[in-house]
């Protein structure tokens, strides 16, 4: 078998489009633009980057865009303050915590002052909450978790009665992938450092979601032969044969897993993109929240 190739960068790009048109629309009729707020706190280089092609995307669909940059040895007090300055501003929608935060900082307590409709990144406990909880829908889900679910979707993935494993148990990917799994009633299984017979327990999945930042570690044996696989990783591994002296890879040994798979992302081109295009989805649906709120 050889896997059928998911396109991220083409689904991301579709997703964009319909962001850019939609936020036109609203311009033609006179509505406000939606605003986003990412606020990075130091110097983490990655971060940087993130955070920078945030704002570029905002800008390309028409999203009015801020960035709020605190210094590494910002006080917790000093960043709620200016959370709580951008829960006032009526020209942004979504607030966008840059994470890992500084360890000094409390993180579970920054991101509870972001306001609740304005909770883009969907970090906020009670969003997060009501993602865990059986018939409830939380205001915005993760961007990267959702958008492994878009890709899931157009892949073509049976959901319902699937066994779903997901490798890793972070706040802002495997355990948000795997309350979306259950919320779309696959019997999900989550993996990390300390599970016994791992590749014992990919084997069984009918969908396979790597999210444990371990370069090409998932083999060929450990999937189930026409598993759709989904590969959040992006690993940067030394090749002394790219110009760059690296490249990047993500947690599943691509060539070889796309031997047994019938579906799977690549990396880079798979979920990357979709972190993006799902954030500027969640801005947009924030304006439009907002905008029934001034309607009251
Ligand atoms: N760090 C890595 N991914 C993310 C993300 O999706 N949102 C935020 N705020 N920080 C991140």
């Not at 633009?33 to 092609?53: C, F, H, I």
């Not at 993180?107 to 997060?128: C, M, R, W, Y």
């Amino acid at each position: 078998m050889t896997a059928t190739i998911i396109d991220g960068k083409q689904i991301a790009a579709e997703t964009r489009e319909k962001v850019k048109e939609a936020v036109a629309l609203r311009v033609s009729k006179g509505l406000p633009v939606p605003g986003l707020a990412t606020v990075l706190v130091g110097e983490n280089p990655a971060s940087k980057v993130y955070v920078r092609n945030k704002q570029k995307a905002c800008a390309e669909v028409g999203i009015h865009s801020i960035g709020v940059e605190l210094p590494g040895d910002a006080t917790q007090e000093q960043v709620e303050a200016k959370v709580r300055e951008l829960n006032e501003d009526p020209t942004i929608n979504g607030i966008l915590v840059q994470l890992p935060l500084p360890a000094h900082l409390d993180e579970e307590k920054i991101l509870a002052t972001i306001q609740l409709g304005k909770d883009v990144d969907g970090f906020h406990p009670i969003n997060i909450g009501r993602l865990a909880q059986k018939g409830r829908t939380p205001l915005f889900v993760p961007c990267t978790p959702a958008g492994v679910m878009v890709l899931l979707e157009r892949a073509g993935a049976k959901l319902a009665g699937a066994n779903a494993v997901v490798l890793g148990r972070s706040n802002i990917v495997g355990m948000p992938v795997a309350l979306l799994l259950v919320k779309a009633n696959a019997t999900v299984t989550i993996c990390h450092s300390r599970t016994r017979d791992l590749a014992g327990v990919c084997r069984q999945a009918d969908v396979l979601v790597a999210a444990i930042g371990q370069p090409e570690m998932v083999k060929k044996d450990w999937i189930k032969p026409g598993a759709v696989v989904i590969d959040v990783g992006i690993n940067r591994i030394e090749d002394p044969t790219s110009p760059k002296g690296s490249r990047l890879v993500g947690d599943v040994a691509y060539e070889e897993a796309a031997e047994v798979a019938s579906a799977i992302t690549p990396v880079p081109g798979g979920v990357g993109p979709m972190t993006i295009a799902l954030l500027l989805q969640n801005t947009l649906h924030a304006r439009e929240l907002a905008d029934l709120n001034t309607q009251k």
